[in-house]
């Protein structure tokens, strides 16, 4: 019950689970222990829940003679949308007629914080990044040598480093391998 990272970008949705920029984001969290994670999903985060709720049974009066199975369109995605319903206990094939104020609140919150248990990841031949590796404690930050075996460099991910997504690991990988070269050649 407590945040341990928060990101605001693209999540995909994949036969898998859940892929894209914001779940490689904070994946780092949950592939470094064994605690029970969930990740939730505000679909729209620049509304409240109250004005959402709002926007929703003004929907359903626009609405009232169709399913629910088509409540959504035009607003979000088709099928996100069935899916957020299910997980709000709704059946597809019900009148839009049937919701009360009580039930566009529960899909308001549903569609604020949609939540999923971390189960795995897709371990480490799909990853992106790796994190862990060598500890920097034990490498000169100035030149990248082992400070316990001379002549020994390091660089990139074999050293406990991982950044953000968007280039950053790779910035990381040239940046330092250019160092940990250039010292190693200064030392000749």
Same mark, same amino acid.
């Given at each position: ?121 897709? *371990? =480490?031949?799909? @990853?992106?990044?790796? $994190?862990? %590796?060598?500890?920097?404690? #034990?490498?000169?930050?100035?030149? &990248? ?21 968007? *280039? =950053?690991?790779? @910035?990381?990988?040239? $940046?330092? %391998?250019?160092?940990?070269? #250039?010292?190693?050649?200064?030392? &000749?």
């Amino acid at each position: 019950n407590k945040v341990v990272a928060e990101y605001t970008d693209e999540v995909l949705f994949c036969d898998y689970g859940l892929s894209g920029p914001a779940i490689l984001q904070i994946s780092r969290q949950s592939a470094r222990d064994d605690r029970k994670y969930t990740v939730s999903l505000d679909l729209y985060p620049d509304v409240s829940i109250d004005d959402l709720s709002a926007k929703i049974k003004d929907r359903a009066k626009l609405l009232s003679g169709r399913n629910l199975e088509d409540f959504f369109v035009g607003s979000i995605n088709k099928r996100l949308a069935q899916v957020v319903l299910k997980y709000c206990g709704y059946k597809l094939g019900n009148s839009v007629s049937v919701l009360s104020d009580a039930d566009f609140t529960k899909i308001a919150k549903a569609l604020k914080s949609f939540e999923f248990k971390v189960l795995s990841n897709t *371990g =480490f031949l799909n @990853s992106q990044v790796s $994190a862990g %590796g060598i500890s920097t404690d #034990e490498f000169d930050p100035k030149t &990248l040598m082992s400070k316990r075996y001379k002549g020994l460099f390091a660089a990139g991910e074999i050293l406990d480093i991982d950044g953000d997504c968007g *280039g =950053f690991n790779l @910035s990381w990988a040239f $940046a330092s %391998g250019t160092l940990a070269a #250039e010292s190693a050649v200064g030392m &000749l």
